[in-house]
Nanobody, 127 residues
């Protein structure tokens, strides 16, 4: 079992930055690949970024490449999403997700691949 708690959301002006954090419970964090997803009002949940359990492999969706960076600190049981140059279209509830894996390079890009989810944190970007 993994419990995930996101933090760091808020209201920011366009062009600004936020860093989201996702803290995981337990001693199994090193065995989990992690992902960030977001859901805007009236839209489906979409993939944002993912990182392998070792942190060696990362991937982000095209719309955030060059602006968002995913990272993790296994000693702190935390995954981060650094978001720079924010745009109004980034406004959404952001969720972190976890999946146990034995691969040091695997990560998932579909929400159906993840088994554990946080409660979400709201990010609002004003124009």
């Amino acid at each position: 079992q993994v419990q995930l708690v996101e933090s760091g959301g808020g209201l920011v002006q366009g062009g600004g930055s936020l860093r989201l954090s996702c803290a995981a419970s337990g001693r199994t964090f090193r065995s989990t690949a992690m992902g960030w997803f977001r859901q805007a009002p009236g839209k489906e949940r979409e993939f944002v970024a993912a990182i392998s359990r070792s942190g060696d492999s990362t991937y982000s969706t095209d719309s955030v490449k060059g602006r968002f960076t995913i990272s993790r600190d296994n000693a702190k049981n935390t995954v981060y999403l650094q978001m720079n140059s924010l745009k109004p279209e980034d406004t959404a509830v952001y969720y972190c997700a976890a999946k146990f894996t034995t691969s040091n390079t695997w990560f998932g890009v579909s929400s159906t691949e993840y088994h554990y989810w946080g409660q979400g944190t709201q990010v609002t970007v004003s124009s």
